[in-house]
């Protein structure tokens, strides 16, 4: 019912920046909210950043001033974006998108297949 495609995670060095993307489609009627995960080995998954409905956003506060969540509303396609900027070694993770949507049938959270993010020199 829904799709989500995730991309952008990769390599960088400590200062750098990303971009990650998730696509969400299928047979969307409203979306609640879109964010992000991480998982770090040995680590629990948490929250990154969401954006909900009417343009709220939380972020974690270990990546508060340095990264920015946003959407955009393409004919049949929604997109949330991370930029991740100043990034920090302790921001290696497996990136996982996280939407709440209402489709034709039923009220879904979706998780993504995940994205690596490495930050090292």
């Known amino acids: 019912q829904v799709q989500l495609v995730e991309s952008g995670g990769g390599l960088v060095q400590p200062g750098g920046s990303l971009r990650l993307s998730c696509a969400a489609s299928?047979?969307?009627?409203?979306?609640?909210?879109m964010g992000w995960y991480r998982q770090a080995p040995g680590k629990r998954r948490e929250l990154v950043a969401v954006s909900s409905a009417g343009g709220s956003t939380v972020y974690a506060d270990s990546v508060k001033g340095r990264f920015i969540i946003s959407r955009d509303n393409a004919k049949n396609t929604d997109t949330a974006y991370l930029q991740m900027n100043s990034l920090k070694p302790e921001d290696t993770a497996v990136y996982y998108c996280?939407?709440?949507?209402?489709?034709?049938?039923?009220?879904?959270?979706?998780w993504g297949q995940g994205t690596q993010v490495t930050v090292s020199s």
């Open positions: 996280n939407t709440d949507i209402l489709t034709t049938t039923i009220r879904v959270t979706s």
């Open positions: 299928g047979s969307i009627v409203s979306i609640y909210a």
